[in-house]
């Protein structure tokens, strides 16, 4: 048995300033940068129970870069939940240190990521999978 949730909704650009200008703004949230994780710009508060944030894409528009939303799924088992979402037709993209990024069926990205959350808070609100 594993346990996974969603946890995180990632607004991805190649123009993470003013991205995280306009989305802090739009959701009420002052935009902070994440220490030691340059890439992201969190947007605390901004939908309650999800960690929010922009990332910065390092490709250039037509080579990956394109703008889109993302989400995470965090997981106490990355193998169980990766080879879970793929049974359902997702196909994995890559790998980057513990995350696994996935295509869904319908075009959408997603990340298979291990448990970043609070314990008490993720085995409250994560599913349980056989």
Known sequence: MHRSR??????DTTEPEAAA???SAALGTEARPVPGEPQFTSLPGALPGLVTAV?????????????????DI???DLDAETDRLKALGAVE?????DC???RAPGGH????IP???DRAEFEAAATAWE
Do not use: K, N
């Open 6 to 11: 969603l946890s995180t909704i990632l607004f």
């Open 21 to 23: 200008a306009f989305w």
């Open 55 to 71: 990332q910065r894409l390092d490709d250039a528009p037509g080579e990956g870069g394109e703008p889109r939303v993302h989400v």
């Open 74 to 76: 965090e997981t106490d």
């Open 93 to 97: 993209l890559s790998r980057w240190l």
């Open 100 to 102: 696994r990024t996935l």
């Open 109 to 112: 990205v997603l990340c298979v």
């Open 115 to 117: 448990l970043h959350s």
